[in-house]
């Protein structure tokens, strides 16, 4: 039974490229959260999500950054136009039907490292 | 605000040394408290949640205790390879999970 699965594990962007990051989450689970997480701080939610659609938003920056779990495949976080600041490690993580807001199993993270 | 704090931020043990780590916590409402741990360039791993005060789980060398107020993560005689970050976090009823900054353990052989 595959955990959840995040890739690529380390991405490095130019300051005003694009950075996708994708994440399947376990089997038979239907929640995503994303995560991001700097150095030396805390995990900071950004964005829940089910299937086709987002519940939750609170976290996410206004301006560059947007989610999606579609129908079939991974979910994605893709941030426009990166800047240095944007540079930390980015959770997935997801939970069962029925435990949102309960324990969630994550993936490796990627380390996005903008230049 | 909802809040979570972890003390100490770093705690350096010798093998064998038991000790505690402390997490706090002042919410709205609580639904649930868990507890990870976090090796380095490595995901989050769920260890426990706990929902009620005077609640308690265990899992090998380690503890888990939920009071009104706080929670205590109690490690009896680690070992090195328990050297780890752990992070606590609260759902207050919501869709979000709020985790504090975590306390890094050492533990020396």
């Known amino acids: 039974n595959a955990g959840v699965m995040q890739n690529p594990r380390h991405l490095v962007r130019r300051r005003g490229q694009e950075a996708r990051l994708r994440c399947s989450p376990m089997?038979?689970?239907?929640?995503v959260y994303w995560y991001r997480q700097l150095p030396e701080e805390g995990l900071k939610f950004m964005v829940y999500?089910?299937?086709?659609?987002?519940?939750?938003e609170s976290g996410m920056p206004k301006e560059r950054f947007s989610a999606e779990f579609p129908k079939e495949g991974p979910s994605i976080l893709r941030i426009q136009q990166v800047v240095r600041g944007d540079s930390a490690a980015y959770f997935c993580?997801?939970?069962?039907?029925?435990?949102?807001?309960?324990?969630?199993?994550f993936g490796p993270g990627t380390r996005l490292t903008v230049t | 605000e909802d809040q979570v704090t972890q003390s100490p931020e770093a705690l350096r043990l010798q093998e064998g040394e038991s000790s505690s780590l402390n997490c706090s916590y002042t919410?709205?409402?609580?639904?649930?408290l868990f507890w990870y741990r976090q090796d380095p360039g490595k995901g989050p791993e769920f260890l426990f949640t706990?929902?009620?005060a005077g609640e308690e789980k265990e899992k090998e060398r380690l503890k888990a205790t939920l009071t009104k107020k706080e929670s205590f993560l109690h490690i009896t005689a680690p070992k090195p390879e328990d050297s780890a970050t752990y992070l606590c976090?609260?759902?207050?009823?919501?869709?979000?999970?709020?985790f504090g900054a975590g306390t890094r353990l050492f533990v020396k052989a």
């Open positions: 976090a609260v759902n207050t009823g919501g869709f979000k999970t709020i």
């Open positions: 919410v709205s409402g609580l639904r649930g």
């Open positions: 993580a997801s939970s069962p039907p029925g435990a949102q807001g309960y324990e969630q199993y």
């Open positions: 089997k038979g689970h239907s929640h």
């Open positions: 706990l929902y009620s």
């Open positions: 999500l089910q299937k086709e659609n987002i519940i939750d």
